[in-house]
Protein backbone atom coordinates (compact mmCIF):
# COMPACT_ATOMS: atom_id res chain seq x y z
CA UNK A 1 0.00 0.00 0.00
CA UNK A 2 2.69 2.45 0.96
CA UNK A 3 4.99 1.57 -2.14
CA UNK A 4 1.80 2.73 -4.28
CA UNK A 5 2.35 6.31 -3.39
CA UNK A 6 3.51 8.77 -5.84
CA UNK A 7 3.59 12.22 -6.11
CA UNK A 8 0.82 13.13 -7.32
CA UNK A 9 1.64 15.57 -10.32
CA UNK A 10 3.43 13.13 -12.09
CA UNK A 11 0.41 10.51 -12.76
CA UNK A 12 -2.07 11.16 -15.00
CA UNK A 13 -5.39 10.38 -13.27
CA UNK A 14 -6.17 7.81 -14.95
CA UNK A 15 -3.87 5.66 -13.88
CA UNK A 16 -4.05 7.00 -10.31
CA UNK A 17 -7.85 5.40 -10.56
CA UNK A 18 -6.19 2.39 -11.87
CA UNK A 19 -4.25 1.86 -8.83
CA UNK A 20 -6.57 2.86 -6.44
CA UNK A 21 -8.83 0.19 -7.66
CA UNK A 22 -6.15 -2.62 -7.58
CA UNK A 23 -6.35 -1.63 -4.10
CA UNK A 24 -9.80 -1.65 -3.22
CA UNK A 25 -9.56 -4.74 -0.63
CA UNK A 26 -6.49 -3.18 1.22
CA UNK A 27 -7.92 -0.07 1.55
CA UNK A 28 -10.94 -1.32 3.26
CA UNK A 29 -9.08 -2.94 5.97
CA UNK A 30 -7.29 0.93 6.03
CA UNK A 31 -10.76 2.71 5.98
CA UNK A 32 -12.33 0.54 8.27
CA UNK A 33 -9.98 1.36 10.72
CA UNK A 34 -10.91 5.10 10.70
CA UNK A 35 -14.52 4.58 10.23
CA UNK A 36 -15.61 2.84 13.32
CA UNK A 37 -19.09 3.09 12.28
CA UNK A 38 -18.94 2.50 8.74
CA UNK A 39 -16.45 0.24 8.91
CA UNK A 40 -18.64 -2.22 11.42
CA UNK A 41 -21.82 -1.48 8.86
CA UNK A 42 -19.32 -2.76 5.89
CA UNK A 43 -18.59 -5.99 7.01
CA UNK A 44 -22.24 -6.48 8.01
CA UNK A 45 -23.37 -5.62 5.12
CA UNK A 46 -20.25 -7.75 3.22
CA UNK A 47 -21.92 -10.55 5.29
CA UNK A 48 -25.27 -10.08 3.47
CA UNK A 49 -24.27 -9.51 0.52
CA UNK A 50 -22.61 -12.71 0.23
CA UNK A 51 -24.95 -14.41 2.45
CA UNK A 52 -28.56 -13.56 0.27
CA UNK A 53 -27.12 -14.24 -3.21
CA UNK A 54 -25.29 -17.54 -1.88
CA UNK A 55 -28.79 -18.70 -0.26
CA UNK A 56 -30.97 -17.62 -2.98
CA UNK A 57 -29.14 -17.57 -6.15
CA UNK A 58 -26.25 -20.62 -5.31
CA UNK A 59 -24.00 -17.91 -6.77
CA UNK A 60 -20.76 -17.10 -4.65
CA UNK A 61 -20.30 -13.67 -5.48
CA UNK A 62 -17.37 -13.49 -2.77
CA UNK A 63 -15.97 -10.58 -4.93
CA UNK A 64 -18.71 -8.66 -5.31
CA UNK A 65 -18.94 -9.46 -1.03
CA UNK A 66 -15.12 -8.17 -0.72
CA UNK A 67 -15.62 -5.21 -2.63
CA UNK A 68 -18.77 -3.93 -1.41
CA UNK A 69 -16.83 -4.95 2.14
CA UNK A 70 -14.34 -2.11 0.99
CA UNK A 71 -15.99 0.20 -0.47
CA UNK A 72 -17.02 2.43 1.91
CA UNK A 73 -20.77 2.38 2.61
CA UNK A 74 -24.04 4.47 2.56
CA UNK A 75 -26.57 3.71 5.11
CA UNK A 76 -28.73 2.27 2.68
CA UNK A 77 -26.15 0.19 1.50
CA UNK A 78 -25.01 1.86 -1.55
CA UNK A 79 -21.04 2.41 -1.71
CA UNK A 80 -19.67 6.00 -1.69
CA UNK A 81 -19.13 6.48 -5.11
CA UNK A 82 -16.55 9.55 -4.29
CA UNK A 83 -14.07 7.75 -2.96
CA UNK A 84 -13.65 5.53 -5.50
CA UNK A 85 -12.28 8.55 -7.39
CA UNK A 86 -9.19 8.98 -5.15
CA UNK A 87 -6.18 6.95 -4.40
CA UNK A 88 -6.32 6.12 -0.63
CA UNK A 89 -2.26 6.96 -0.05
CA UNK A 90 -0.37 7.54 3.37
CA UNK A 91 -1.52 9.56 5.83
CA UNK A 92 1.32 11.98 5.34
CA UNK A 93 -0.07 13.57 1.91
CA UNK A 94 -2.45 16.34 3.53
CA UNK A 95 -3.23 17.37 -0.58
CA UNK A 96 -5.11 14.31 -0.52
CA UNK A 97 -7.02 13.74 2.39
CA UNK A 98 -8.98 11.12 1.28
CA UNK A 99 -9.02 9.19 4.52
CA UNK A 100 -10.48 11.94 6.41
CA UNK A 101 -13.01 12.81 4.17
CA UNK A 102 -13.97 8.68 3.40
CA UNK A 103 -15.02 9.11 7.48
CA UNK A 104 -16.22 12.58 7.01
CA UNK A 105 -17.95 11.22 3.94
CA UNK A 106 -19.49 8.40 5.69
CA UNK A 107 -20.55 9.89 8.62
CA UNK A 108 -22.21 12.89 7.38
CA UNK A 109 -23.84 10.86 4.97
CA UNK A 110 -25.43 8.65 7.76
CA UNK A 111 -26.76 11.99 9.08
CA UNK A 112 -27.74 13.71 5.87
CA UNK A 113 -29.27 10.03 4.82
CA UNK A 114 -31.87 9.84 7.37
CA UNK A 115 -33.30 13.08 7.37
CA UNK A 116 -34.28 13.42 3.84
CA UNK A 117 -35.25 9.99 4.01
CA UNK A 118 -38.96 10.86 3.83
CA UNK A 119 -37.83 12.93 0.38
CA UNK A 120 -39.59 11.17 -2.64
CA UNK A 121 -39.08 13.40 -4.94
CA UNK A 122 -36.46 13.10 -7.47
CA UNK A 123 -35.09 16.00 -6.68
CA UNK A 124 -34.63 15.10 -2.79
CA UNK A 125 -33.09 12.22 -3.40
CA UNK A 126 -30.58 13.19 -6.55
CA UNK A 127 -29.70 16.56 -4.10
CA UNK A 128 -28.96 14.19 -1.58
CA UNK A 129 -27.23 11.62 -3.61
CA UNK A 130 -24.78 14.43 -5.44
CA UNK A 131 -23.92 16.14 -2.88
CA UNK A 132 -22.45 13.26 -0.80
CA UNK A 133 -21.01 12.04 -4.01
CA UNK A 134 -18.90 14.97 -4.85
CA UNK A 135 -15.97 14.74 -3.25
CA UNK A 136 -15.58 17.51 -0.80
CA UNK A 137 -11.82 18.33 -0.20
CA UNK A 138 -10.83 20.27 3.20
CA UNK A 139 -7.40 22.06 2.97
CA UNK A 140 -7.68 23.30 6.25
CA UNK A 141 -9.05 20.15 7.51
CA UNK A 142 -5.91 18.02 8.35
CA UNK A 143 -5.90 14.51 9.27
CA UNK A 144 -7.88 15.06 12.64
CA UNK A 145 -10.86 12.74 12.31
CA UNK A 146 -12.19 14.36 15.10
CA UNK A 147 -13.31 17.42 13.51
CA UNK A 148 -15.69 15.49 11.60
CA UNK A 149 -18.64 16.88 13.53
CA UNK A 150 -18.74 20.66 12.76
CA UNK A 151 -17.15 20.30 8.97
CA UNK A 152 -19.96 17.65 8.15
CA UNK A 153 -22.73 20.33 8.74
CA UNK A 154 -20.63 22.46 6.80
CA UNK A 155 -20.11 20.29 3.85
CA UNK A 156 -23.46 18.96 4.52
CA UNK A 157 -25.20 22.65 3.65
CA UNK A 158 -22.93 23.61 1.11
CA UNK A 159 -23.37 20.49 -0.79
CA UNK A 160 -27.17 20.68 -0.42
CA UNK A 161 -27.76 23.93 -1.73
CA UNK A 162 -25.60 24.13 -4.77
CA UNK A 163 -25.79 21.03 -6.74
CA UNK A 164 -23.60 22.62 -9.39
CA UNK A 165 -20.54 24.13 -8.23
CA UNK A 166 -18.75 26.17 -11.12
CA UNK A 167 -16.15 27.60 -9.26
CA UNK A 168 -15.23 25.99 -6.08
CA UNK A 169 -14.08 28.31 -3.76
CA UNK A 170 -10.76 27.34 -2.12
CA UNK A 171 -12.26 26.51 1.13
CA UNK A 172 -15.31 24.24 1.47
CA UNK A 173 -15.08 23.13 -1.91
CA UNK A 174 -16.37 20.52 -4.26
CA UNK A 175 -14.09 18.79 -6.41
CA UNK A 176 -14.95 16.23 -8.93
CA UNK A 177 -11.93 15.14 -10.94
CA UNK A 178 -12.36 15.31 -14.79
CA UNK A 179 -10.43 12.87 -17.24
CA UNK A 180 -8.57 13.48 -20.17
CA UNK A 181 -10.33 14.99 -22.55
CA UNK A 182 -13.72 14.99 -21.16
CA UNK A 183 -15.59 18.46 -20.31
CA UNK A 184 -15.10 20.25 -17.28
CA UNK A 185 -18.28 22.38 -17.28
CA UNK A 186 -20.93 21.56 -14.24
CA UNK A 187 -23.80 20.11 -16.78
CA UNK A 188 -21.80 17.14 -17.65
CA UNK A 189 -19.79 16.45 -14.89
CA UNK A 190 -23.01 16.23 -13.25
CA UNK A 191 -24.22 13.76 -15.84
CA UNK A 192 -21.25 11.67 -15.50
CA UNK A 193 -21.61 11.28 -11.96
CA UNK A 194 -25.24 10.46 -12.22
CA UNK A 195 -24.33 8.00 -14.83
CA UNK A 196 -21.78 6.17 -12.60
CA UNK A 197 -24.34 6.45 -9.53
CA UNK A 198 -26.64 4.55 -12.08
CA UNK A 199 -24.47 2.35 -13.52
CA UNK A 200 -23.31 1.00 -9.77
CA UNK A 201 -26.96 0.43 -9.47
CA UNK A 202 -26.81 -1.72 -12.54
CA UNK A 203 -24.23 -3.53 -11.28
CA UNK A 204 -25.37 -4.34 -7.90
CA UNK A 205 -28.95 -5.32 -9.61
CA UNK A 206 -26.59 -7.70 -11.73
CA UNK A 207 -24.87 -9.58 -8.78
CA UNK A 208 -28.78 -9.31 -7.11
CA UNK A 209 -30.70 -11.48 -10.40
CA UNK A 210 -29.37 -15.12 -11.01
CA UNK A 211 -27.54 -15.80 -14.12
CA UNK A 212 -27.52 -12.22 -14.96
CA UNK A 213 -23.25 -11.65 -15.28
CA UNK A 214 -23.27 -12.93 -18.68
CA UNK A 215 -25.83 -10.33 -20.24
CA UNK A 216 -23.75 -7.19 -21.02
CA UNK A 217 -25.87 -5.11 -22.85
CA UNK A 218 -28.09 -2.73 -20.75
CA UNK A 219 -31.70 -3.48 -22.62
CA UNK A 220 -30.45 -7.37 -21.65
CA UNK A 221 -30.01 -6.93 -17.90
CA UNK A 222 -33.29 -5.03 -17.59
CA UNK A 223 -34.81 -7.57 -19.34
CA UNK A 224 -33.17 -9.80 -17.02
CA UNK A 225 -34.51 -8.00 -14.24
CA UNK A 226 -37.87 -7.21 -15.23
CA UNK A 227 -38.17 -10.91 -15.49
CA UNK A 228 -36.59 -11.90 -12.43
CA UNK A 229 -39.29 -9.45 -10.52
CA UNK A 230 -42.05 -10.57 -12.66
CA UNK A 231 -41.18 -14.31 -11.53
CA UNK A 232 -40.69 -13.36 -7.83
CA UNK A 233 -44.46 -11.78 -8.00
CA UNK A 234 -45.92 -15.01 -9.51
CA UNK A 235 -44.25 -17.26 -7.27
CA UNK A 236 -46.01 -15.06 -4.37
CA UNK A 237 -48.69 -15.84 -5.87
CA UNK A 238 -48.51 -19.58 -6.38
CA UNK A 239 -47.04 -20.28 -3.31
CA UNK A 240 -50.35 -18.18 -1.48
CA UNK A 241 -52.27 -20.94 -3.67
CA UNK A 242 -50.01 -23.73 -2.51
CA UNK A 243 -50.43 -22.23 1.42
CA UNK A 244 -54.22 -22.32 0.69
CA UNK A 245 -54.82 -25.74 -0.64
CA UNK A 246 -51.98 -27.11 1.88
CA UNK A 247 -53.64 -26.16 5.09
CA UNK A 248 -57.49 -25.92 4.60
CA UNK A 249 -58.15 -25.25 8.41
CA UNK A 250 -56.10 -21.98 8.71
CA UNK A 251 -57.36 -19.15 8.35
CA UNK A 252 -55.90 -15.86 7.90
CA UNK A 253 -58.11 -12.68 9.21
CA UNK A 254 -58.05 -9.91 6.75
CA UNK A 255 -59.21 -7.20 9.54
CA UNK A 256 -56.72 -7.60 11.93
CA UNK A 257 -53.69 -6.99 9.71
CA UNK A 258 -54.69 -3.49 9.18
CA UNK A 259 -55.53 -3.15 12.94
CA UNK A 260 -52.20 -3.23 13.40
CA UNK A 261 -50.58 -2.31 9.98
CA UNK A 262 -51.78 1.60 10.77
CA UNK A 263 -49.79 1.75 13.94
CA UNK A 264 -46.40 1.78 12.31
CA UNK A 265 -44.50 1.16 15.73
CA UNK A 266 -42.81 -1.87 15.03
CA UNK A 267 -42.28 -3.29 18.59
CA UNK A 268 -46.20 -3.28 19.72
CA UNK A 269 -46.79 -5.08 16.58
CA UNK A 270 -44.19 -7.79 17.39
CA UNK A 271 -45.06 -7.94 21.42
CA UNK A 272 -48.94 -8.77 19.72
CA UNK A 273 -47.38 -11.14 17.55
CA UNK A 274 -45.81 -13.19 20.80
CA UNK A 275 -48.50 -12.84 22.72
CA UNK A 276 -50.92 -14.19 19.79
CA UNK A 277 -48.42 -16.89 19.90
CA UNK A 278 -47.92 -17.73 23.45
CA UNK A 279 -51.99 -17.40 23.37
CA UNK A 280 -51.97 -20.52 20.91
CA UNK A 281 -49.24 -22.30 22.76
CA UNK A 282 -51.26 -21.82 25.72
CA UNK A 283 -54.41 -23.75 24.28
CA UNK A 284 -51.87 -26.56 23.62
CA UNK A 285 -52.16 -26.43 19.83
CA UNK A 286 -48.93 -28.76 19.54
CA UNK A 287 -49.39 -29.54 15.80
CA UNK A 288 -50.37 -28.14 12.59
CA UNK A 289 -53.29 -31.15 12.67
CA UNK A 290 -54.97 -29.51 15.39
CA UNK A 291 -55.36 -26.35 14.33
CA UNK A 292 -59.29 -27.30 13.94
CA UNK A 293 -60.45 -24.08 15.36
CA UNK A 294 -59.96 -21.16 12.91
CA UNK A 295 -57.85 -19.13 14.90
CA UNK A 296 -57.60 -15.39 13.56
CA UNK A 297 -53.67 -15.28 12.87
CA UNK A 298 -53.15 -11.57 12.17
CA UNK A 299 -51.04 -11.79 8.92
CA UNK A 300 -48.65 -14.43 7.28
CA UNK A 301 -45.66 -13.63 9.57
CA UNK A 302 -48.01 -14.15 12.42
CA UNK A 303 -48.77 -17.29 11.59
CA UNK A 304 -45.41 -18.37 10.79
CA UNK A 305 -43.98 -16.68 13.99
CA UNK A 306 -46.51 -19.25 15.88
CA UNK A 307 -46.00 -21.72 13.86
CA UNK A 308 -42.48 -21.66 14.34
CA UNK A 309 -43.03 -21.32 18.06
CA UNK A 310 -45.28 -24.38 17.76
CA UNK A 311 -42.97 -26.89 16.14
CA UNK A 312 -40.10 -26.32 18.27
CA UNK A 313 -41.69 -27.86 20.73
CA UNK A 314 -42.06 -30.95 18.77
CA UNK A 315 -39.32 -31.12 16.36
CA UNK A 316 -35.99 -30.20 17.80
CA UNK A 317 -33.29 -32.53 15.86
CA UNK A 318 -29.96 -31.52 16.29
CA UNK A 319 -29.34 -30.67 12.44
CA UNK A 320 -26.48 -28.17 11.61
CA UNK A 321 -27.63 -25.08 10.15
CA UNK A 322 -26.67 -25.00 6.70
CA UNK A 323 -26.53 -21.25 6.08
CA UNK A 324 -26.34 -19.39 9.44
CA UNK A 325 -25.46 -15.91 7.35
CA UNK A 326 -28.64 -16.18 5.70
CA UNK A 327 -30.46 -14.88 8.72
CA UNK A 328 -28.18 -11.72 8.72
CA UNK A 329 -29.38 -10.70 5.47
CA UNK A 330 -32.38 -9.34 7.09
CA UNK A 331 -30.60 -6.43 8.39
CA UNK A 332 -30.29 -5.31 4.43
CA UNK A 333 -34.00 -4.15 4.78
CA UNK A 334 -33.53 -2.62 7.85
CA UNK A 335 -36.84 -3.65 9.53
CA UNK A 336 -36.61 -5.11 13.06
CA UNK A 337 -40.32 -6.91 12.53
CA UNK A 338 -39.02 -8.41 9.33
CA UNK A 339 -36.24 -9.87 10.88
CA UNK A 340 -38.06 -11.19 14.18
CA UNK A 341 -40.72 -12.91 12.37
CA UNK A 342 -38.77 -14.02 9.47
CA UNK A 343 -35.55 -15.12 11.06
CA UNK A 344 -37.41 -16.91 13.91
CA UNK A 345 -39.20 -18.88 10.49
CA UNK A 346 -36.11 -19.45 9.38
CA UNK A 347 -34.79 -21.31 12.54
CA UNK A 348 -37.33 -23.67 11.80
CA UNK A 349 -36.05 -23.76 8.72
CA UNK A 350 -33.18 -24.98 9.50
CA UNK A 351 -33.88 -26.93 12.28
CA UNK A 352 -35.77 -29.14 9.94
CA UNK A 353 -32.69 -29.26 7.49
CA UNK A 354 -34.52 -28.66 4.60
CA UNK A 355 -32.60 -27.59 2.11
CA UNK A 356 -35.33 -27.13 -0.68
CA UNK A 357 -36.67 -24.34 1.34
CA UNK A 358 -33.74 -22.19 -0.17
CA UNK A 359 -34.97 -21.46 -3.19
CA UNK A 360 -33.91 -20.60 -7.12
CA UNK B 1 -50.09 -7.95 -9.89
CA UNK B 2 -53.64 -8.54 -10.11
CA UNK B 3 -55.51 -10.62 -8.02
CA UNK B 4 -57.85 -11.57 -10.97
CA UNK B 5 -55.08 -13.83 -12.00
CA UNK B 6 -55.93 -16.17 -9.31
CA UNK B 7 -59.60 -16.38 -10.64
CA UNK B 8 -58.68 -17.66 -14.02
CA UNK B 9 -57.50 -21.18 -13.88
CA UNK B 10 -60.60 -22.07 -11.84
CA UNK B 11 -63.81 -22.76 -12.43
CA UNK B 12 -65.85 -21.78 -9.83
CA UNK B 13 -66.71 -24.58 -8.13
CA UNK B 14 -68.00 -24.88 -4.80
CA UNK B 15 -65.24 -26.44 -3.08
CA UNK B 16 -62.61 -24.37 -5.01
CA UNK B 17 -64.17 -20.67 -4.23
CA UNK B 18 -63.17 -20.72 -0.53
CA UNK B 19 -59.96 -21.89 -1.98
CA UNK B 20 -59.49 -19.05 -4.24
CA UNK B 21 -60.87 -16.87 -1.68
CA UNK B 22 -58.10 -18.01 1.13
CA UNK B 23 -55.41 -18.01 -1.48
CA UNK B 24 -56.40 -14.32 -1.92
CA UNK B 25 -56.20 -13.71 1.27
CA UNK B 26 -53.00 -15.73 2.15
CA UNK B 27 -51.56 -13.42 -0.62
CA UNK B 28 -52.41 -10.36 0.93
CA UNK B 29 -50.80 -11.12 3.95
CA UNK B 30 -48.08 -12.05 2.32
CA UNK B 31 -47.89 -8.43 0.84
CA UNK B 32 -48.60 -6.52 4.04
CA UNK B 33 -45.44 -8.27 5.05
CA UNK B 34 -43.63 -7.41 2.28
CA UNK B 35 -45.35 -3.73 3.14
CA UNK B 36 -43.68 -3.07 6.34
CA UNK B 37 -40.48 -1.75 5.80
CA UNK B 38 -39.79 2.14 5.20
CA UNK B 39 -38.86 1.87 1.59
CA UNK B 40 -40.57 3.84 -0.92
CA UNK B 41 -42.01 1.02 -3.20
CA UNK B 42 -43.14 -0.95 0.53
CA UNK B 43 -45.13 2.42 1.68
CA UNK B 44 -46.84 2.40 -2.20
CA UNK B 45 -47.53 -1.10 -1.73
CA UNK B 46 -49.12 0.02 2.19
CA UNK B 47 -51.35 2.40 0.19
CA UNK B 48 -52.29 0.35 -2.82
CA UNK B 49 -53.30 -2.66 -0.47
CA UNK B 50 -55.00 0.28 2.01
CA UNK B 51 -57.25 1.32 -1.11
CA UNK B 52 -57.89 -2.70 -1.93
CA UNK B 53 -59.26 -3.19 1.35
CA UNK B 54 -61.52 -0.02 1.34
CA UNK B 55 -62.90 -1.38 -2.21
CA UNK B 56 -61.50 1.06 -4.45
CA UNK B 57 -60.04 -0.61 -7.44
CA UNK B 58 -56.95 1.47 -7.70
CA UNK B 59 -54.81 0.13 -10.57
CA UNK B 60 -52.21 2.66 -9.53
CA UNK B 61 -52.40 4.53 -13.12
CA UNK B 62 -49.52 7.13 -11.51
CA UNK B 63 -48.21 8.07 -15.26
CA UNK B 64 -47.70 11.89 -13.68
CA UNK B 65 -44.42 11.46 -13.84
CA UNK B 66 -43.07 9.26 -16.67
CA UNK B 67 -41.49 12.36 -18.03
CA UNK B 68 -38.69 12.40 -15.59
CA UNK B 69 -37.21 9.24 -17.20
CA UNK B 70 -37.95 9.93 -20.39
CA UNK B 71 -35.85 13.10 -20.83
CA UNK B 72 -33.01 11.31 -19.17
CA UNK B 73 -32.82 8.17 -20.27
CA UNK B 74 -30.55 8.63 -23.08
CA UNK B 75 -28.18 10.84 -21.22
CA UNK B 76 -27.85 8.37 -18.07
CA UNK B 77 -28.04 5.58 -19.22
CA UNK B 78 -26.20 4.95 -23.19
CA UNK B 79 -23.08 5.71 -23.33
CA UNK B 80 -22.32 6.04 -26.96
CA UNK B 81 -25.61 3.98 -27.19
CA UNK B 82 -27.46 4.68 -30.66
CA UNK B 83 -30.84 6.03 -30.14
CA UNK B 84 -33.19 3.06 -30.89
CA UNK B 85 -31.09 1.48 -28.11
CA UNK B 86 -31.59 4.33 -26.00
CA UNK B 87 -35.50 4.37 -26.66
CA UNK B 88 -35.57 0.28 -25.80
CA UNK B 89 -33.83 0.64 -22.78
CA UNK B 90 -36.23 3.65 -22.10
CA UNK B 91 -39.04 1.14 -22.84
CA UNK B 92 -37.43 -1.78 -20.30
CA UNK B 93 -37.56 0.97 -17.54
CA UNK B 94 -40.71 2.03 -17.82
CA UNK B 95 -41.56 -1.56 -17.55
CA UNK B 96 -39.95 -1.83 -14.68
CA UNK B 97 -41.52 1.18 -13.21
CA UNK B 98 -44.66 -0.25 -13.54
CA UNK B 99 -43.66 -3.26 -11.66
CA UNK B 100 -42.01 -2.10 -8.85
CA UNK B 101 -44.72 -0.50 -6.58
CA UNK B 102 -44.86 3.55 -6.68
CA UNK B 103 -42.26 3.29 -9.08
CA UNK B 104 -43.50 5.58 -11.44
CA UNK B 105 -42.79 8.52 -9.69
CA UNK B 106 -39.30 7.48 -9.69
CA UNK B 107 -36.26 8.59 -11.72
CA UNK B 108 -34.31 6.15 -12.67
CA UNK B 109 -31.50 6.14 -10.27
CA UNK B 110 -33.87 5.69 -7.49
CA UNK B 111 -35.72 3.07 -9.05
CA UNK B 112 -33.45 0.79 -9.38
CA UNK B 113 -32.41 1.41 -5.40
CA UNK B 114 -36.25 0.52 -4.83
CA UNK B 115 -35.87 -2.64 -7.69
CA UNK B 116 -32.80 -3.86 -5.43
CA UNK B 117 -34.19 -3.00 -1.98
CA UNK B 118 -37.98 -5.50 -3.52
CA UNK B 119 -35.99 -7.97 -5.41
CA UNK B 120 -34.52 -8.51 -1.97
CA UNK B 121 -37.60 -8.52 -0.31
CA UNK B 122 -39.47 -10.77 -2.88
CA UNK B 123 -36.84 -13.06 -2.12
CA UNK B 124 -37.06 -13.37 1.31
CA UNK B 125 -40.83 -13.78 1.07
CA UNK B 126 -40.91 -16.39 -1.39
CA UNK B 127 -38.26 -18.15 0.38
CA UNK B 128 -40.46 -17.86 3.65
CA UNK B 129 -43.64 -18.69 2.15
CA UNK B 130 -41.63 -21.62 0.54
CA UNK B 131 -40.49 -22.56 3.88
CA UNK B 132 -43.73 -22.48 5.49
CA UNK B 133 -45.40 -24.52 2.61
CA UNK B 134 -42.46 -27.37 3.15
CA UNK B 135 -43.39 -27.35 6.72
CA UNK B 136 -47.06 -27.50 6.11
CA UNK B 137 -46.71 -30.70 3.79
CA UNK B 138 -44.79 -32.64 6.21
CA UNK B 139 -47.13 -32.19 8.72
CA UNK B 140 -49.79 -33.32 6.52
CA UNK B 141 -47.29 -36.23 5.61
CA UNK B 142 -47.18 -37.35 9.29
CA UNK B 143 -50.82 -37.10 10.03
CA UNK B 144 -50.91 -40.11 7.05
Request: with cysteine; charged share 25%.
Amino acid sequence: MQGLRAPPDDLSVLERQGACLLNWQQQGREQSNYNPRGGGYCRQMQTSFQALPSGCGGEKNANHGDVHGSIDCFSNGWPDLANIRYPVHGAANVEETSITNVSSNSSRKRKADKSPRSKEKENGGGGKGDSSCKRIKEETGGGATSETGQPNKKEAASGDASKKNDKPPKTDCIHVRARRGQATDSHSLAERVRRERISQRMKYLQDLVPGCSKITGKAGMLDEIINYVQSLQRQVEFLSMKLATASPLMDINIDNIFGREINPSCKSGSTAMIGMSSELLDQSYLRFDSLQHPHPCSGLDTFMDSSDLVLRQNVNPPVAVPDASFGSSFDVNGCSVWSTNLQSLYGVDFQQGRGAALPF
Amino acid sequence: MANQDLHAPFSPERGHASLVERSRRIKMAAEMGLARSSRHWSRALRRRLLLLRRGTASDGCGCQSEALTSSKEGGDLGVGANEEEAVEVEARVRALQRLVPGGEELGTERLFEETADYIEALQVQVSAMRALACLLDESREKRG
